[in-house]
């Protein structure tokens, strides 16, 4: 399981447990503040198939449709768990996921599966780059300033944004 070892085990069981909750009634986390909810009662969003998300970088844009999405809010802290398959600027297929809890984005080129692992990849956050600062605005998804890098260190600058 190559991406559950490439983010936080927490992130892991996230996802484990929202990438079959398509049918799931959804809850508006647009009302949610952070300096007021608790992290007992803070409200979670989740869903798929209508979800859709793009990667802007230099090198164009990475359009996907999320088949996992999930937000919820931790304490003061949102907990983004966001992944689907989709195309890169010249066409090939991809598949994108954000984690906040795993503090990385990536980018897999040449597969459209969250199981196969490619060597073509796109990443960026902590342990890569810098940290991500993930920004949620009801259910809209963003992070600005990525600084996106390959396996050969190649880097490109990008931003990133998804409906859920």
């Not at 209508?50 to 304490?75: K, N, P, Q, W």
């Not at 992070?143 to 490109?156: I, K, P, S, Y």
């Amino acid at each position: 399981m190559y991406l559950l070892r490439r983010i936080h085990p927490l992130a892991a069981l996230v996802l484990l447990s929202v990438s079959g909750c398509g049918a799931s009634p959804e809850v508006d986390a647009s009302s949610a503040s952070p300096a007021v909810a608790p992290a007992a009662a803070a409200p979670a969003t989740t869903g798929a198939g209508s979800s859709s998300g793009v990667v802007e970088t230099a090198g164009g844009r990475y359009t996907f449709a999320a088949t996992t999405c999930a937000i919820h809010l931790e304490g003061d802290a949102w907990d983004v768990e966001i992944a689907g398959p989709g195309k890169a600027p010249d066409g090939e297929k991809v598949f994108v996921q954000l984690s906040s809890t795993g503090d990385v984005l990536s980018i897999d080129l040449g597969t459209d599966s969250e199981f196969d692992s490619s060597e073509r990849t796109w990443q960026a956050g902590q342990n890569i780059t810098n940290t991500l600062k993930v920004d949620v605005s009801g259910r809209t998804v963003r992070v600005a300033e990525l600084e996106l890098v390959d396996l050969q260190g190649n880097r490109q600058p990008g931003s990133f944004e998804a409906e859920c």
